[in-house]
């Protein structure tokens, strides 16, 4: 593959179509889980890299597979690539890769799609092994338990899995893949149909959300880990960047509540880093290749509100926010 081919993700209609995860090889059954032998490639301005992120802290797998941060910006207006040009001399320091194209051209050299994190690598043959990112954090709670810290809060039980299940998929489709279906689309009618699409959806969990502290009652699952990164984004790169500017979340009491709620709890706040969202959705001549020329980085908003108030125990008879 040539990482300076952009592959086509627009159906006939203009509506966009997400391509499919290439490598998605399980772990505990395809692949082995081994301390030491991974590591977990994102950039912090991904919502699908972050959620795995927020997972491995939670969990404490920070200690077990390594993690390698590429840059919030494009290299380059034909180049759909993540580069480690924060790193010292431009390359990953454990794999010694300048693109993250190359983990995926190492597993595959005939690899057609975009390079996309999240993407777990084979540290020793510095192959992609897996990039599946709509499982890979149940792998995470699943198949990585014994190497969970002590303590560790389950964030996929059992007797929730149905639920948390459905919710995902709803929640993928409606709101994480939707804001992309609206900002990526070629068409008036396609845009519309997504607008209005997400919009319900946020409208129906508004009103669930006011009567239910998270998700599935008074304690954080998989399912709250991966509504808060689309909920994290979106006033501040959403909004205006791919036009879902009929509300903005804040503008949700309940809604707004919940997302402060998950902010303010350890591995959602400290794993998330506005400026480099801000700079990927508005300064990225990918996602905006009119950028190229005139650059501006929007200075709104203000971002402190988050760090305010949520009062949203007030709906939890417990006063823990994990089941453990």
Not at 24 to 34: H, I, K, M, N, R
Not at 92 to 100: A, N, W
Request: glycine fraction near 6%; charged fraction near 25%.
């Amino acid at each position: 593959m040539s990482s300076t081919n952009k592959p086509v993700e627009i159906d006939k209609d203009g509506s966009f179509k997400r391509q499919t995860n290439r490598f998605t090889a399980s772990f505990g059954e395809e692949l082995p889980v081994e301390a030491g032998k991974y590591r977990l490639l994102w950039s912090p301005a991904c919502p699908w890299a972050h959620r795995a992120v927020i997972v491995r802290k939670i969990l404490g797998l920070d200690t077990s597979i390594s993690l390698g941060t590429a840059s919030p910006l494009r290299p380059q207006i034909d180049r759909v690539d993540w580069e480690f040009s924060l790193d010292e001399n431009g390359k990953d320091p454990e794999l010694g890769i300048q693109y993250v194209s190359e983990v995926y051209l190492n597993a595959d050299n005939n690899y057609s799609g975009r390079p996309t994190v999240p993407v777990i690598v084979d540290i020793d043959e510095k192959k992609a092994v897996n990039n599946d990112y709509f499982n890979l954090t149940t792998d995470f709670e699943t198949a990585w338990a014994s190497f969970h810290k002590e303590g560790a809060p389950d964030l996929y039980p059992k007797e929730l899995r149905e639920d948390i299940d459905y919710w995902s998929e709803v929640i993928f489709h409606d709101i994480n893949n939707g804001v992309y279906k609206c900002g990526f689309a070629q068409s008036q009618e396609a845009y519309e149909h997504a607008y209005d699409q997400l919009f319900a959806r946020l409208d129906k969990l508004e009103q669930h959300l006011s009567k239910n502290r998270f998700l599935l009652g008074d304690y954080i699952t998989e399912a709250d880990v991966r509504f808060y990164t689309t909920l994290a984004r979106f006033d501040v790169a959403y909004y205006n960047g791919f036009n879902t500017n009929r509300n903005l979340i804040r503008e949700f009491p309940s809604l707004w509540g919940y997302a402060r709620d998950l902010y303010q709890t350890e591995g959602f706040g400290d794993t998330t880093d506005f400026h480099a969202i801000k700079q990927h959705y508005h300064l990225s001549i990918t996602i905006n290749p009119n950028l190229a020329e005139k650059k501006i980085l929007p200075k709104g908003p203000d971002l402190s509100v988050w760090e305010s108030p949520h009062h949203r125990k007030k709906l939890s008879q417990t006063r823990d926010k994990f089941r453990f």
